[in-house]
């Protein structure tokens, strides 16, 4: 079969995770959300290339016309899970934010090298303060609250009751967050730093 792309792989390993998980395929709404795409057209293109490639098949009279072919069930990491996406994370200035889950992203313990028992999260990056560790604005960050931070790890943590992805450092025994982007200052709290994950994998979107 023709190879995909890694946006088509994406949409496909969502597709199959659904329909193994709850027996049906998700609409194309479901697809432009779950991704972020700005209209259903880009989810339509997508499927479009899938079923081109040979790893969909068409059922124009179905109210939703796609299933990913038996061969390729077979190739669904059994590990393949979908984890809560709690809105945005400032990769800039710290801000203030609530944690509300607004829908899912679909990743692979196994292949992360995570157990089952992980606490998995993801946030969306917004900002260029950690563009150094190749970390862009609109990436989705994947987040794992259980791992224990050390030096030089990208962290998600409240500093001061304010939110920021940063680079864990410490200073005389002292932690605080460092900006991988010459034009941002470091973060050095002054009353209370919490780390709330360790970022464990980076998902690159390729729309």
């Known amino acids: 079969m023709e190879a995909l792309t890694s946006r088509q792989?994406?949409?496909l390993d969502y597709i199959q995770a659904s329909q193994t998980q709850h027996g049906v395929?998700?609409?194309m709404r479901e697809i432009a959300r779950q991704f972020g795409f700005r209209s259903m057209t880009a989810a339509a293109d997508h499927v479009r290339a899938l079923r081109r490639k040979g790893y969909l098949v068409h059922h124009p009279r179905a109210a939703r016309s796609h299933s990913?072919?038996?061969a390729m069930q077979?190739?669904?990491p059994r590990s393949?899970?979908?984890v809560p996406l709690y809105g945005t994370i400032p990769a800039g200035f710290a801000d203030e934010r609530?944690?509300?889950a607004e829908r899912t992203v679909a990743i692979d313990l196994e292949t992360l090298g995570l157990r089952p028992?992980?606490?998995i999260f993801a946030l969306e990056v917004r900002g260029d303060s950690m563009i150094n560790r190749h970390i862009c604005d609109g990436d989705i960050a994947i987040i794992d609250r259980s791992r224990t931070p050390k030096q030089g790890d990208v962290v998600t943590a409240l500093i001061d009751r304010e939110?920021?992805?940063k680079t864990l450092e410490f200073e005389n025994g002292r932690p605080y967050l460092r900006a991988e982007n010459p034009h941002y200052l470091n973060l050095h709290p002054s009353h209370e730093l919490l780390i709330q994950g360790v970022m464990v994998a980076l998902v690159r979107r390729h729309v």
């Open 117 to 119: 028992d992980s606490k």
């Open 80 to 82: 393949l899970i979908n």
């Open 163 to 165: 939110s920021t992805l």
């Open 98 to 100: 609530t944690q509300e």
């Open 25 to 27: 395929v998700p609409t």
């Open 68 to 70: 990913v072919i038996p």
């Open 74 to 76: 077979t190739m669904v």
């Open 9 to 11: 792989q994406q949409v």
